[in-house]
């Protein structure tokens, strides 16, 4: 089965910046459109971004619109998250996967955002 390794979280001041990244091994990746997800403390995990197997298509949570971008590099099995203007409440971690949820989830990388 595919492996999914996220990375660059980090602690940052709300209006900040993060990229955050995520490998996938094991898989075509380019055969599945990627999610990002996250997981906030004591909350269930919830959708954040979907990007198309080309990358030509992407989808986001309300709560991330305008300030998040997720795009796609196929030659390197990597999906990305763009996230600006960070509040307190983007406080998770986050994690990647296929849309359908349908691999092994990573360990997640953890972002936290101070006010």
């Known amino acids: 089965q595919g492996q999914l390794v996220e990375s660059g979280g980090g602690l940052v001041q709300a209006g900040g910046s993060l990229r955050l990244s995520c490998a996938a091994s094991?898989?075509?990746?380019?055969?599945?459109?990627m999610g990002w997800f996250r997981q906030a403390p004591g909350k269930e995990r919830r959708f954040v971004a979907t990007i198309s197997r080309s990358g030509g298509t992407t989808s986001y949570a309300d709560s991330v619109k305008g300030r998040f971008t997720i795009s796609r590099d196929n030659a390197k099995n990597t999906v990305y998250l763009q996230m600006n203007y960070l509040k307190p409440e983007d406080t998770a971690i986050y994690y990647c996967?296929?849309?359908?949820?349908?691999?092994?989830w990573g360990r997640g990388t953890q972002v936290t955002v101070s006010s």
């Open positions: 094991g898989r075509t990746f380019s055969n599945y459109a």
């Open positions: 996967n296929t849309r359908r949820m349908s691999l092994p």
